[in-house]
T-cell receptor
Framework: TQLLEQSPQFLSIQEGENLTVYCNSSSVFSSLQWYRQEPGEGPVLLVTVVTGGEVKKLKRLTFQFGDARKDSSLHITAAQPGDTGLYLCAGDTGTASKLTFGTGTRLQVTL | KAGVTQTPRYLIKTRGQQVTLSCSPISGHRSVSWYQQTPGQGLQFLFEYFSETQRNKGNFPGRFSGRQFSNSRSEMNVSTLELGDSALYLC??????????????FGPGTRLTVL
């Protein structure tokens, strides 16, 4: 069973702070996706990274895929209350049509 | 383009009953996957359908089943409900399972409560 461990599990910070969420596995993934989920809603895709070492920026969010394609990180600069939510990483092995989801990081950003 | 829709959004059932949940994928998407989300276990893969065929299955008992219709709409059924089946059931559609990048787009989910 492939496991994706995310850390930290919970994060409560103030507006304007920076943070990094980590997603680690012992398995290699052909691609890795990051989602954000708000209460009562389904996850919303933020980004997909495919190439080892790839870095993608989405406004204040920076995503990195590890060189060995086993881990990823999400860095948020100057967090805002609107960033509050559950962040999930999900790995795709490319051989099966299912995603393996990480354990999740619940982020709360307060004023 | 309309997103993934799921009906109903909320459902309350009692133990022993059965339930059917419905999912309409994004137009043109042929792959539909189902996931169960609980606070303790997180998001767990149930099964995936592509062109009316189940192509992949997670580690859930046979009480959980699904099907896909020719228009790609999908239903999942849970028979003999147990208290532990209380969860948010999410449906996700993707363009095709043959793509290297399996980007999935999720619906809002059906919140099932079993009493």
């Amino acid at each position: 069973t492939q496991l994706l461990e995310q850390s930290p599990q919970f994060l409560s910070i103030q507006e304007g702070e920076n943070l990094t969420v980590y997603c680690n596995s012992s398995s290699v993934f052909s691609s890795l996706q990051w989602y954000r989920q708000e209460p009562g809603e389904g996850p919303v895709l933020l980004v997909t990274v495919v190439t080892g070492g790839e870095v993608k920026k989405l406004k204040r969010l920076t995503f990195q895929f590890g060189d060995a394609r086993k881990d990823s990180s999400l860095h948020i600069t100057a967090a805002q209350p609107g960033d509050t939510g559950l962040y999930l990483c999900a790995g795709d092995t490319g051989t099966a049509s299912k995603l393996t989801f990480g354990t999740g990081t619940r982020l709360q950003v307060t004023l | 383009k309309a997103g993934v829709t799921q009906t109903p959004r909320y459902l309350i059932k009692t133990r022993g009953q059965q339930v059917t949940l419905s999912c309409s994928p994004i137009s043109g998407h042929r792959s539909v996957s189902w996931y169960q989300q609980t606070p303790g276990q997180g998001l767990q893969f149930l099964f995936e359908y592509f062109s009316e065929t189940q192509r992949n299955k997670g580690n859930f008992p046979g009480r959980f089943s699904g099907r896909q219709f020719s228009n790609s709409r999908s239903e999942m059924n849970v028979s003999t409900l147990e208290l532990g089946d209380s969860a948010l059931y999410l449906c996700a559609s993707s363009l095709t399972r043959d793509r290297i990048v399996n980007e999935q787009f999720f619906g809002p989910g059906t919140r099932l409560t079993v009493l």
